[in-house]
C-alpha cells in the first residue's frame, strides 16, 4: 500500500541554521503531497501542497518540490528561526482519499 | 472562518465509563476525521465519514465507534473506555479534491482514562 517516509525523527538546529527534513513516498501515479505542522497544544495545519512532478510549494519560508523520479518531498528552510520549533508531517493523498501520514520530524530550535 | 471546534478540549473519564468527543465543522466538507495521537505512533485514523449517516472503519477502530447525524457534526464514542484509550484525539474535515485537497483539524481533545 502507499506510504511515507520521515528518516528524522528529530533535528535540532540553531537559529538561521539550514534546515532540511526528509520525505520520500510510495505510490503509484501522481498522488497528492503535503506537509503539515504542529505546534503543541495544536492540531495539525497545513503548510503546503503540491500535486505534480516538479511543482514547488512554499510557504512561511519553508518549501518542498515534488519530485517524481527520487519519490521524494524533502522539506526545506534557508534559515530557521526559534518560532518554528514544531512537529512536521509529511504526508499523501492518493487514490483512496485517505491522508497517509509519515511519522512525523520535531524541530527543535537550540537557544 | 471555516473551522473545526472540538469538545472537551480535556476529559476524565473512569474506566468502564461511556465517552462521546463531539467535533463540528463550518468548512462544508463532506469527509470528517477522528485520529488519536500517542507518542512515538504519530497520527492514526479510527473512523472517518463521507456524509451525514456514513461511517467508515480507519485503521484501529477497536474499541470506538462513530455517529455522523449531519454534515456538521461527527462524534467518537467510547462505550467502555479503558487506559489504553488515554490519549489526544483530533478531529478533522476534509475535501480531498486532489490539486485543491484541504484537510481542517480541531485542537484537539486531551483524553485521560483512570
Known amino acids: 500500500g502507499d506510504s511515507v517516509t520521515q528518516t528524522e525523527g528529530q533535528v535540532a538546529l540553531s537559529e538561521e541554521d539550514f534546515l532540511t527534513i526528509h520525505c520520500n513516498y510510495s505510490?503509484?501515479?501522481?498522488?497528492?503531497l503535503f506537509w503539515y505542522v504542529q505546534y503543541p497544544g495544536e492540531g495539525p495545519q497545513l503548510l503546503f501542497r503540491?500535486?505534480?512532478d516538479k511543482e514547488k510549494g512554499s510557504s512561511r519560508g519553508f518549501e518542498a518540490t515534488y519530485d517524481k523520479g527520487t519519490t521524494s518531498f524533502h522539506l526545506r528552510k534557508a534559515s530557521v528561526q526559534e518560532s518554528d520549533s514544531a512537529v512536521y508531517y509529511c504526508?499523501?493523498?492518493?487514490?483512496?482519499?485517505?491522508?497517509?501520514w509519515g511519522s512525523g520530524t520535531k524541530l527543535i530550535i537550540k537557544p | 472562518e471555516a473551522a473545526v471546534t472540538q469538545s472537551p478540549r480535556n476529559k476524565v473519564a473512569v474506566t468502564g465509563g461511556k465517552v462521546t468527543l463531539s467535533c463540528n465543522q463550518t468548512?462544508?466538507?463532506?469527509?470528517m476525521y477522528w485520529y488519536r495521537q500517542d507518542t512515538g505512533h504519530g497520527l492514526r485514523l479510527i473512523h472517518y465519514?463521507?456524509?451525514?449517516?456514513?461511517?467508515e472503519k480507519g485503521d484501529i477502530p477497536d474499541g470506538y465507534k462513530a455517529s455522523r447525524p449531519s454534515q456538521e457534526n461527527f462524534s467518537l464514542i467510547l462505550e467502555l473506555a479503558t487506559p489504553s484509550q488515554t490519549s489526544v484525539y483530533f478531529c478533522?474535515?476534509?475535501?480531498?479534491?486532489?490539486?485543491?485537497?484541504?484537510?481542517?483539524f480541531g485542537s484537539g481533545t486531551r483524553l485521560l482514562v483512570i
Open positions: 478533522a474535515s476534509g475535501d480531498p479534491g486532489g490539486a485543491d485537497s484541504d484537510y481542517t
Open positions: 468548512n462544508n466538507h463532506n469527509n
Open positions: 465519514s463521507y456524509g451525514a449517516g456514513s461511517t
Open positions: 505510490a503509484s501515479g501522481y498522488p497528492t
Open positions: 503540491a500535486s505534480r
Open positions: 504526508a499523501l493523498i492518493h487514490s483512496n482519499y485517505q491522508l497517509i
